[in-house]
């Protein structure tokens, strides 16, 4: 994270700026804030009284004093407003409620079919938000912004899924407009795909020092999400981490044919591993079965487990020769196969990589709970709805103008 003398001088004189300021929740007195951005203590005096009457700071007691009345000091409040983070995936979702620092306040998964389309899909997790707003006692109103993961490809600027394989109905749906419609409120409502919001979740809880993280989900399907510089990173039309519909390097102990062509979904996503336990004898249709088996120390889930990890490390290994990441994280259902999924990612990734890239590299497992893909939706939407543009149509203009615009010292 940049010092904090960094962050004020790039903020700007906004009260935005002066918020971001003091995100790290580290209580500054006004003088305090003056230096760090260079703006006039009168200048400074006004953008925190406009944060104040919005809420989002707080007083936080006074700093020591060098003679006369001690100078008070300022802090965030994360609980001035809420954010709503939703994780959809294809039998169940799960809705949280956090407050603006990321804080879960209340959480709670639901049963759906995702294949039945946006408007009842919707209007179930969006019942579920309401309720659990009504729990922690915060109307609707109080929402500053609303996340949500799907799971398929979504161009995030719009929000709208883009041919989604196993969303009918879904292609192409303004859902950011159905959920607004829905709350009955113009709170913005960014969307992403459902690895993305779990990169984010993961890098929050657990990573929130490496600024370069790969998520990497196998399931159903298998995706990442990339964080680079501490930015998720999301391509162009946000497509980045579709790591499905990679060709799968062939690589010594596969145990396909060199000369055979395939897809790392194809060989081994949850669906792929279970098909091949199906020609072994075993029953298994889904990653949950796959894992299943394994724990329970079944030889064969195991072998084709440890087989699935080294063909998704032959593809990991050309990421991290690229982006040369600090930690690559392993989730997904298939992962809670146990140790076999890990070993067979990190035998290929540490044997194809370049030492550079590996020297303290970490290929662990997610460590963050089912809410996780919730909690980085909400993640997202909170720090939407902190940015310093959105905090600005949150000041009143009238005491904003009052303000001016004067500043000082370095440019």
């Known amino acids: 994270m940049p010092s904090a003398a960094r962050r004020g001088r790039a903020a700007g004189p906004g009260p935005g700026g002066v918020l971001e300021l003091l995100l790290d929740g580290e209580p500054r007195t006004r003088a305090e804030i003056a230096a760090l951005t260079g703006l006039s203590r009168s200048t400074v005096s006004a953008r925190v009284d406009a944060l104040l009457r919005a ?10 004093s060098s003679g006369g009345r001690p100078p008070a000091r300022v802090a965030f409040n994360a609980v001035a407003r809420v954010v709503v983070g939703v994780d959809l995936g294809a039998t169940h979702g799960t809705v949280a409620v956090c407050d603006l620092a990321g804080g879960m306040l ?63 109905g879904w292609d192409r749906v303004d859902v950011p407009a159905l959920v607004a419609a829905r709350l009955a409120t113009d709170v913005p409502v960014l969307v992403d795909n459902d690895v993305n919001v779990l990169a984010l979740g993961e890098h929050a809880t657990s990573w929130p020092d490496a600024d370069d993280l790969v998520y990497v989900k196998v399931a159903t399907g298998i995706g990442a ?12 039309r946000g497509s980045a ?46 990653g949950a079965d796959v894992a299943a088996l394994a724990r329970a120390g079944e030889r064969t889930a195991l072998e084709l487990v440890r ?20 930690v690559v994280v392993i989730g997904g259902s298939v992962s809670r196969a146990g140790e076999e999924l890990l070993a067979g990612v990190r035998e290929v990734v540490y044997r194809r990589s370049l030492p550079l890239a590996t020297e303290h590299l970490q290929i662990v497992a997610a460590r963050s709970d089912a809410n996780a893909g919730a909690l980085g939706a909400a993640i997202m939407a909170a720090r939407h709805a902190l940015a310093p543009e959105t905090i600005e149509s949150w000041i009143d203009p009238e005491a904003d103008r009052a303000a001016g615009t004067e500043s000082e010292g370095a440019p």
């Open 241 to 286: 981490g579709d790591l499905g519909h990679v060709v799968v390097p062939w690589h010594p102990g596969s145990p396909r044919p060199a000369t055979e062509v395939r897809d790392l979904e194809d060989v081994a996503s949850g669906p792929a591993i279970a098909a091949r336990l199906r020609e072994a004898g075993l029953e298994a249709r889904t």
């Open 106 to 168: 209340a959480a709670a998964t639901v049963d759906l079919d995702i294949a039945d389309g946006p408007d009842p899909v919707l209007d179930l997790v969006l019942d579920t938000a309401r309720g659990l707003l009504d729990g922690v006692g915060r109307p609707v109103a109080d929402v500053a912004a609303v996340g949500l993961g799907l799971p398929g490809p979504v161009e995030h600027a719009t929000g709208r899924p883009v041919n989604p394989p196993i969303m009918p």
């Open 225 to 236: 999400g990339i964080v680079a510089g501490g930015v998720l990173q999301r391509g162009a």
């Open 55 to 64: 809420g989002v700071l707080a007083p936080a007691g006074s700093a020591a």
């Open 307 to 326: 087989d699935a990890g080294r063909e998704i490390g032959a593809v990991v290994a050309g990421v991290v020769n690229l982006l040369g990441p600090s």
